[in-house]
């Protein structure tokens, strides 16, 4: 194809110009024919250009004019500059190949790609030319514009180059068949690329970003504190370049600068000398901007430039709203301006301008206000009403004036803060942290608030209280560090200087201004901090969650303390190893019931159900740690999960209440102090399900942790005993027997457990989750029980239901052999809890209580010291002191024991006067009338005292 009959060849009533450098020539043609002639004449000698969009006829030669006068849109084009001698910018391809990588991965392919010698042009041709007219052009002129954002953002998101933003109509780019001849060689203009592909205009709305609305101001300030254009040139990059590459400057960017410079004191003469530097500089057109831009009073911001792509601006900008602010006097400046006439009369003085300017050099030029303050003296001002004066202004004062900087998008390396901005008043960068500042007609008021980046990256909301948590990402030590935070304790600058210990940059001499600084980053970018939940424990999380196995949505787990248990629970190792081994476990009852536990701990929230504690003791060398780590792989790495009983009991409250609804497996119970934590306490402060109301260290409660689990504990011995109250015997199951039969067996299972964990967890819950329990575990409790209402029977019926769908979803039984073995499972079960069931605590009473009598006879003589009370036929009496300590030092209740023995009747009773029934007879033993029990059993071989027969 030939490019520029191709590029030209529908156009009709227009004019096709070519522009020559440094010659500044420009010649307009109405012909194809004559324009290529023009090129081939001039093109081998000058740098040669042309108008992509042709122009109206009636141009004269020697104006290029403006967008105004494009009279055909022809196609969509870009200008991608490659790194060499010829580009002062760094951040471009380093070659050709990488231009071309980039354009072929674009949706759209260009329809001619021309090398130009240091760089590449890309034209994207529409089908037809599209004729401009009033009612058009702002849309046409949009669409290319739109479409070199597009490019733009995509060139430096994937490949971190910077195009230039020159996606105006009125463009020239270097024409084919010329010479580019910008550092001394030739080099040829030439494509290198086509494809026969034409566009429509709706094909590109997709690849269109819009354009930010223009940001402008009224810009209204005292005269007297404007300085030179000068100022400008010195702080703004963007206006440097009018002097440096004066043709590089595009037209937006000509036009934003100009409404700032205008309104400098010398604003109008300064703009037309940097813009005379331009090759087709007019005067005229020049000077009709200024005049406009001045009556207007409205300068385009730097966000604005800056977000058009105008100019590439620093990250966290120049410290301004606008340009214009550079041009400002600082106070300092305003100060010897005004102190640098001769005399000050009173009126000057007392100028609200100047009185504006006492609390700053009050605060920061102690010299300068001591010349105010005499020349107030020399006025005619008194002291007292100067100092007064001053004092009220500071009062009023107004900390940030309505045109300080801007947010800007926060950019900072190795984070990725999903486009959050700079709050009003700071500037983030990785250079000087975090600074503070704020201008007040023109003066620059900064302090560096903290050395080192600071950002607050994540915010979270707990599931369970709804508290809300920060996560603090900041630079230290090279590299970032991240703290996950209560809000309280960031916004608290008494609280905030805690952090200080994680290498936060925060002290007591700027938590005030760090704690400020994160309100308003937090309130500037409500939207852009990313928001996810939290946890701080492990288990359900409502009906169809389960933290972390099934997941809806992404949560965070808050508490790094138990950051060792959360990363336990993963997969490792063979799912059908471990379930070769599990198979086979469940061949054995107890090692089954074990497993069953750890399946069942799951099902307790779902059910409704108490806390389940399940005790497995027999000899040593009998598998039970074994079984019991094997069951804890169910949900991870058992080594970590597994607890013993070498704890306090504020440990074990918080082991279980992290775990929540996982098990706790709880190995060796002999190890337990049982002076410090008896094993009754452990029962019931585990089996409660919540723990102990503490106080907090900075004033109110701590947060009660709570549970619903399974409680699985082995040991060489029973966890109760003779002595053990009701309630603890009726909260524990006890099963006495072998898990493992085989010791060489054990061992292997030892090692799976360690190298194979995690698997079945997540599918046991994926099947449950979904899943009605109730029906069937009232039906396997009826299977079971039998009409039996046991204490444990509730305890059984849940081990049996967990292995019945362990059984079909982990070990893929169907479902009638699963409930087969999981009746005959349970009953076997609750056979063996059955026979180790002890009697309850008033009959294990009485039957001490006979003992005690029976090896204590003796002490129950008349003449007996000690005295314990007294025989009689069919009768034995004893004093009731001697009876409550003996049953107290034995572990008894004694007023559990009295109630008990009366209601039981085990102790003879009385009426008393008011009618009520009385256990305690008063008796006279050994001459003492004491208060004595009187238990109605019969005592062999013992004869009455003679006292008793004479009488």
């Given amino acids: 194809m030939d490019f520029y009959e191709t590029l030209y060849g529908k156009c009709q009533n227009c004019t096709f110009s070519v522009i020559t450098l440094p010659d500044k020539g420009v010649r307009h043609f109405e012909t194809i024919a004559s324009m290529r002639e023009e090129i081939g004449r001039v093109g081998d000698s000058r740098n040669t250009y042309i108008h992509p969009w042709p122009r109206r006829i009636g141009l004269k030669d020697g104006v290029r004019g403006d967008s105004a006068d494009t009279m055909y849109a022809t196609c969509l084009f870009a200008d991608i500059d490659i790194k060499s001698e010829a580009h002062k910018e760094q951040m471009l391809p380093a070659s050709r190949a990488e231009v071309l990588s980039f354009l072929d991965a674009f949706p759209l392919k260009a329809t001619f790609t021309v090398f130009t010698g240091h760089g590449i042009h890309a034209y994207w041709l529409f089908d037809a030319p599209i004729h401009l007219t009033d009612a058009n052009r702002d849309k046409m002129e949009n669409l290319l514009a739109g479409f070199g954002r597009c490019l733009m953002k995509k060139a430096k998101d994937e490949r971190g180059w910077r195009i230039d933003p020159v996606f105006d109509p009125a463009r020239m780019l270097r024409a084919v068949g010329s010479m580019n001849l910008k550092i001394g060689e030739k080099i040829p203009c030439e494509v290198i690329a086509e494809n026969e592909v034409f566009y429509k205009t709706e094909d590109f709305h997709a690849y269109v970003l819009d354009a930010p609305k223009p940001r402008t101001e009224e810009f209204h300030v005292d005269e007297r504190v404007m300085g030179s254009a000068e100022r400008i040139m010195e702080g703004c990059a963007a206006l440097k370049q009018m002097t440096e590459q004066p043709d590089n400057v595009s037209e937006p960017l000509w036009h934003a600068l100009c409404t700032n410079v205008a309104l400098a004191k010398d604003g109008e003469e300064k703009f037309q000398e940097w813009r005379s530097l331009y090759s087709h500089y007019s005067p005229m057109e020049t000077q009709n901007k200024l005049r406009s831009a001045r009556n207007a009073n409205k300068p385009c911001t730097c966000r604005y430039i800056k977000d058009c792509g105008l100019f590439?601006?620093?990250?966290?900008?120049?410290?301004?709203?606008?340009?214009?602010?550079?041009?400002?006097?600082?106070?300092?400046e305003q100060l010897e301006i005004i102190l640098g006439k001769d005399t000050l009369s009173a009126e000057e003085i007392l100028d609200p301008y100047v009185?504006?300017?006492?609390?700053?050099?009050?605060?920061?030029?102690?010299?300068?206000?001591?010349?105010?303050?005499?020349?107030?003296?020399?006025?005619?001002?008194?002291?007292?009403?100067?100092?007064?004066?001053?004092k009220k202004e500071e009062e009023k004062r107004d900390v940030g004036i309505p045109f300080d900087a801007e947010p800007e998008e926060i950019k900072l390396k190795g984070i990725d803060l999903h486009g959050a901005m700079t709050?009003?008043?700071?500037?983030?960068?990785?250079?000087?942290?975090?600074?503070?500042?704020?201008?007040?007609?023109?003066?620059?008021?900064?302090?560096?608030?903290?050395?080192?980046?600071?950002?607050?990256?994540?915010?979270?909301?707990?599931?369970?209280?709804?508290?809300?948590?920060?996560?603090?990402?900041?630079?230290?030590?090279?590299?970032w560090k991240r703290l996950m935070v209560s809000r309280a304790i960031a916004l608290n600058k008494s609280s905030v200087v805690r952090l200080a210990d994680h290498g936060v940059p925060v002290s007591?001499?700027?938590?005030?201004?760090?704690?400020?600084?994160?309100?308003?980053?937090?309130?500037?970018?409500?939207?852009?901090?990313?928001?996810?939940?939290?946890?701080?424990?492990?288990g359900w999380l409502g009906e169809k969650e389960f933290y972390p196995y099934i997941l809806e949505s992404p949560v965070e787990y808050e508490d790094k303390d138990d950051a060792a248990m959360i990363a336990a629970l993963k997969e490792q190792g063979s799912f059908e190893t471990w379930l070769k081994f599990a198979r086979e476990l469940r061949e054995q009852t107890y090692a089954r019931a074990i497993l069953a536990a750890s399946f069942a701990s799951v099902l307790l929230e779902k059910l409704k159900r108490r806390v389940a504690i399940i005790?497995?003791?027999?000899?040593?060398?009998?598998?039970?740690?074994?079984a019991l780590k094997f069951a804890l792989s169910v949900w991870g790495d058992p080594m970590k999960l597994m607890g013993n009983f070498n704890s306090t009991a504020v440990g074990l409250e918080r082991r279980a209440g992290t775990?929540?609804?996982?098990?706790?497996?709880?190995?060796?119970?002999?190890?337990?102090?049982?002076?410090?934590?008896?094993?009754?306490?452990?029962?019931?402060?585990?089996?409660?399900?919540?723990?102990?109301?503490?106080?907090?260290?900075?004033?109110?409660?701590?947060?009660?942790?709570?549970?619903?689990?399974?409680?699985?504990?082995t040991g060489e011995q029973p966890l109760t005993n003779e002595a053990t109250m009701d309630g603890v015997h009726s909260r524990v199951l006890e099963l006495y027997g072998q898990p493992i039969d085989n010791a060489d067996f054990g061992r292997k299972v030892h090692q799976a457990s360690e190298n194979h964990y995690g698997f079945a967890g997540k599918v046991y819950l994926e099947h449950i989750v979904d899943t009605d329990l109730s029906d069937e575990f009232e039906k396997i409790r009826e299977s079971i029980g039998d009409g039996d209402q046991g204490v444990h029977l509730d305890t059984v019926a849940l081990l049996a239901l967990?292995?019945?769908?362990?059984?079909?979803?982990?070990?893929?039984?169907?479902?009638?052999?699963?409930?087969?073995?999981?009746?005959?499972?349970?009953?076997?079960?609750?056979?063996?809890?059955?026979?180790n069931e002890p009697e309850d605590v008033i009959d294990r009473a009485y039957d001490f209580v006979t003992d005690w009598i029976a090896a204590n006879r003796k002490r129950f003589a008349n003449d007996a010291?000690?005295?314990?009370?007294?025989?009689?036929?069919?009768?034995?009496?004893?004093?009731?002191?001697?009876?409550?300590?003996?049953?107290?030092?034995?572990?008894?209740?004694?007023?559990?024991?009295?109630?008990?023995?009366?209601?039981?009747?085990?102790?003879?009773?009385?009426?008393?006067?008011?009618?009520?029934?009385?256990?305690?007879?008063?008796?006279?033993?050994?001459?003492?009338?004491?208060?004595?029990?009187?238990?109605?059993?019969?005592?062999?071989?013992?004869?009455?005292?003679?006292?008793?027969?004479?009488?």
């Avoid at 400020?516 to 939290?534: C, G, M, Q, T, W």
């Avoid at 005790?615 to 074994?626: C, F, L």
């Avoid at 049953?887 to 009366?902: A, I, M, V």
């Fill in 659 to 713: 775990l929540r609804h996982l098990p706790l497996g709880l190995d060796e119970l002999q190890v337990l102090n049982e002076r410090r934590l008896p094993p009754s306490m452990v029962v019931y402060s585990l089996g409660n399900g919540y723990g102990k109301t503490r106080g907090a260290k900075a004033g109110g409660l701590q947060e009660v942790p709570v549970w619903r689990n399974a409680i699985i504990s």
């Fill in 312 to 332: 590439p601006c620093p990250d966290g900008g120049c410290g301004v709203k606008a340009p214009i602010v550079l041009a400002l006097y600082t106070k300092f």
């Fill in 865 to 951: 010291v000690p005295c314990l009370g007294k025989i009689e036929a069919g009768k034995v009496l004893v004093i009731a002191t001697e009876l409550r300590r003996a049953l107290e030092d034995n572990g008894f209740s004694y007023t559990k024991c009295r109630k008990g023995f009366r209601d039981r009747g085990y102790v003879d009773t009385f009426d008393d006067s008011q009618g009520k029934k009385r256990s305690q007879y008063l008796r006279k033993i050994q001459g003492v009338s004491v208060r004595v029990f009187c238990f109605p059993i019969q005592v062999e071989g013992m004869y009455p005292p003679e006292d008793d027969f004479l009488s």
């Fill in 508 to 538: 007591t001499d700027n938590a005030d201004g760090v704690v400020h600084y994160l309100s308003r980053y937090e309130a500037e970018n409500d939207k852009k901090i990313p928001f996810v939940r939290s946890i701080g424990r492990i």
């Fill in 355 to 390: 009185v504006g300017l006492l609390p700053y050099a009050k605060e920061n030029c102690p010299a300068e206000y001591s010349r105010l303050k005499l020349a107030a003296k020399k006025a005619g001002i008194g002291m007292r009403d100067f100092d007064r004066i001053a």
């Fill in 802 to 835: 967990a292995d019945y769908h362990a059984g079909i979803s982990v070990c893929g039984e169907t479902k009638q052999k699963a409930w087969k073995d999981a009746i005959s499972f349970g009953r076997s079960i609750l056979t063996n809890a059955k026979e």
């Fill in 423 to 479: 709050p009003k008043g700071y500037r983030i960068t990785m250079e000087n942290g975090v600074e503070s500042f704020y201008f007040d007609e023109g003066a620059l008021v900064s302090s560096n608030l903290c050395p080192e980046p600071l950002v607050i990256e994540r915010r979270m909301e707990n599931i369970d209280n709804g508290t809300e948590r920060f996560e603090l990402a900041y630079h230290r030590s090279r590299k």
């Fill in 615 to 626: 005790h497995i003791w027999h000899a040593s060398r009998s598998g039970k740690t074994a």
